[in-house]
């Protein structure tokens, strides 16, 4: 496809229930980012891998959230042990550019993950 | 640390109105401004940014905005909008990397024929 792909669009899981969402990025996109947005809110930064590098993960909120790019393609996000709190969309972004702020970022729809 | 401010959660205009979606920002360090626009059931695309120099920087759709140093804004502007114009907009600043972004709440530009 011409665009960032995510998976599920939609995620239902109860509360304790682990989850995995998935994340394809335009083809030869060096960059990925992973953004939460809560209701209301705007995005807010989650982590960024450099091909398969996770050179950033200073907005993960607890160790219950895990993302990984092994081959520096597809890239996963894993939330163990949900909690209602995590509910939110989940934005995958991805761009050409090594970080650098003259290569636009190219955004998925989302995956809107609700927490029972 | 930065900050940003959306002054208006919501915007109705008429159609070809002018509108301005204004934002604000705090930081102690020079920074990169950006805006999005999220169009319903859509990813985030971007607008426009302001990285260096003219202060006036034009974008996609009609879309324009303008850097004020001195007030630390950046207010998206349109002299005409369109029903198509509706949407979620949102300003967002970096110190560095364009992708590590910190974003404001949106605001809703609904465009009433």
């Known amino acids: 496809g011409a665009g960032v792909s995510q998976s599920p669009r939609y995620k239902v899981a109860k509360r304790g229930q682990d989850v995995a969402l998935r994340c394809d990025p335009i083809s030869g996109h060096v960059s990925l980012f992973w953004y939460q947005q809560a209701l209301g809110q705007g995005p807010e930064f989650l982590t960024y891998f450099q091909n398969e590098a996770q050179l950033d993960k200073s907005g993960l909120p607890s160790d219950r959230f895990f993302a990984e790019r092994p081959e520096g393609s597809v890239s996963t996000l894993k939330i163990q042990r949900t909690q209602q709190e995590d509910s939110a969309v989940y934005l995958c972004?991805?761009?050409?550019?090594?970080?650098?702020?003259?290569?636009?970022?190219?955004f998925g729809n989302g995956t809107r993950l609700t927490v029972t | 640390a930065q900050s940003v401010t959306q002054l208006d959660s919501q915007v109705p205009v008429f159609e070809e109105a002018p509108v301005e979606l204004r934002c604000n920002y705090s930081s102690s360090v020079s920074v990169y401004l950006f805006w999005y626009v999220q169009y319903p059931n859509q990813g985030l695309q971007l607008l426009l940014k302001y990285l260096s120099g003219s202060t006036l920087v034009k974008g996609i759709n009609g879309f324009e905005a303008e850097f004020n140093k001195s007030q630390t804004s950046f207010h998206l502007r349109k002299p005409s909008v369109h029903i198509s114009d509706t949407a979620e907009y949102f300003c967002a600043v970096s110190r560095t990397n364009a992708g590590k972004s910190t974003f404001g709440d949106g605001t809703t530009l609904t465009v009433k024929p």
């Open positions: 972004a991805s761009s050409s550019g090594q970080g650098n702020y003259n290569s636009p970022l190219h």
